[in-house]
């Protein structure tokens, strides 16, 4: 995997959202030209509240005394932190499909009943997390303790065409996402616009959103839509509702198959195709910038491993696992105090001997602006990892 960066210093395997409840969340969206755009404000207040999902009541993080956000560092996430922050194209923008009639968030994922806290200790006490207690879509696995099915999550009016933004915010297993009887037509990958392929079901990984246009087209009536794991030697599975508007027929209980196998999920992923010649959420031609022609002036090959320090069980790229320092990083560079506070590359471009120690330290790499980095990820376990890449300019090639 190629991926190209420009910035200035790049902290590595750290997550770019941090959370440190209580505490309130200022979001503004700033006008890229003009003065024509308003400037929108988002207060969130983030709270740790009881939510059941499982039937298990736990500790959660709320956004808005809601179950929301996505968190990538300490046990944020096993907290429940995530959620959906839509951000739509500024009306000059071209969009390369008519507007949906709707606009639904789709947010699937693994769960833990274990909270977040005792899932630290299992780590701590060098054993892993295990496997989740189940699977949920927007919060839900899709039926009640009973089996009988929650109330529908989306309506969609006959002949009208739907834009489902599906997200992975789980911690750790890849889903297969279908809708029963319909085509999902894919139009937008992590915030690209795709080559519009239609596709019956897609993998999504975790910290992955894409989004497919769906049009009811269908006998009226409701459907299933599914989300179920992957590459896991257990089956776990969640349902939602998609009610045609006035239906009252229940959904068919026969659910369409998940795909088996590596191999499918690696062609599918081989189909998708960004559309250079649509613009992204800003108004610059893309397509104009040739990257496939541009000199890679480095390349960072970053191998992912799993080892015991002091008994605890953790996860490195390179041998280092990165922990936070006391002091937030850009803070320390901002003050000119970084080297009292962490080291810069602390790996190297080429990975450590695979029976390296591994370190606890910051981890941070130097990088030069204006460069093109290509980033080459290998990772020689059995399980996936998903790499959560952060920041301007970056694109998987391969
Ligand atoms: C956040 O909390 C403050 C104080 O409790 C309250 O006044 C405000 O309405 C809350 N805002 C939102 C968006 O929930
Ligand atoms: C890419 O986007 C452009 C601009 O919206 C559109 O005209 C074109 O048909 C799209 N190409 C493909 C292959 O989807
Ligand atoms: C890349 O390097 C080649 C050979 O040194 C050079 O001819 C070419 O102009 C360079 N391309 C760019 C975009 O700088
Ligand atoms: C980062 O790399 C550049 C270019 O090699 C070098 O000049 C600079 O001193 C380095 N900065 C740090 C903080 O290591």
Avoid at 296 to 323: E, P, Q
Wanted: charged share 20%; net charge positive.
């Amino acid at each position: 995997m190629r991926r190209g960066r420009e910035g200035a210093q790049v902290a590595w395997a750290t997550a770019f959202f941090h959370l440190f409840p209580p505490l309130l969340l200022l979001l503004h969206r700033i006008p890229a030209v003009g003065a024509e755009d308003p400037y929108l404000y988002f207060t969130w207040n983030v709270t740790f509240g009881t939510v059941s999902p499982l039937g298990v009541p736990q500790q959660a993080i709320l956004i808005n005394g809601d179950f929301v956000y996505f968190p990538a560092l300490d046990m944020h996430r096993a907290a429940g932190g995530f959620g959906g922050l839509r951000v739509n194209s500024r009306l000059l923008i071209p969009v390369p499909f008519a507007d949906p009639a709707d606009d639904y968030t789709v947010l699937i994922g693994d769960w833990y009943t274990k909270s977040h806290k005792n899932l630290a200790r299992l780590l701590d006490a060098g054993r892993t997390i295990g496997r989740p207690s189940g699977i949920l879509i927007n919060g839900r696995p899709g039926k009640d303790s009973t089996g009988k099915d929650d109330p529908p999550l989306f309506t969609m009016e006959s002949g009208k065409t739907y834009r489902y933004r599906v997200c992975n915010v789980g911690m750790k297993v890849s889903l297969n996402f279908r809708i029963q009887s319909h085509a999902m037509k894919l139009v937008e990958m992590d915030g690209s616009h795709t080559v519009q392929n239609v596709y019956h079901s897609l993998d999504v990984h975790v910290g992955q959103c894409l989004s497919v246009l769906v049009t009811a087209d269908q006998e009226p009536r409701d459907y299933y839509m599914v989300a179920s794991s992957r590459f896991t030697k257990y089956a776990l599975s969640a349902t939602g509702v998609i009610r045609y508007a006035g239906s009252n027929t229940p959904p068919s209980p026969d659910l369409p198959a998940a795909p088996s196998g590596w191999a499918w999920s690696f062609n599918q992923w081989r189909s998708f195709r960004s559309n250079l010649t649509a613009s992204a959420a800003r108004p610059n031609p893309q397509g104009s910038y040739h990257y496939g022609n541009i000199n890679i002036t480095r390349t960072i090959k970053l191998v992912n491993s799993v080892g015991l320090v002091d008994g605890k069980r953790r996860y490195a790229l390179n041998a280092v696992s990165h922990s936070d320092a006391a002091t937030p990083l850009k803070l320390a560079e901002y003050y000119g105090i970084a080297d009292k506070v962490f080291k810069y590359d602390t790996i190297a471009d080429e990975p450590a001997a695979s029976d390296a120690p591994i370190k606890i330290v910051p981890n941070v790499v130097n990088a030069t602006y204006r460069t093109f980095i290509e980033i080459v990820f290998e990772n020689p376990d059995r399980s996936m990892q998903a790499y959560h890449l952060d920041g301007y300019s970056f694109f998987a090639v391969g």
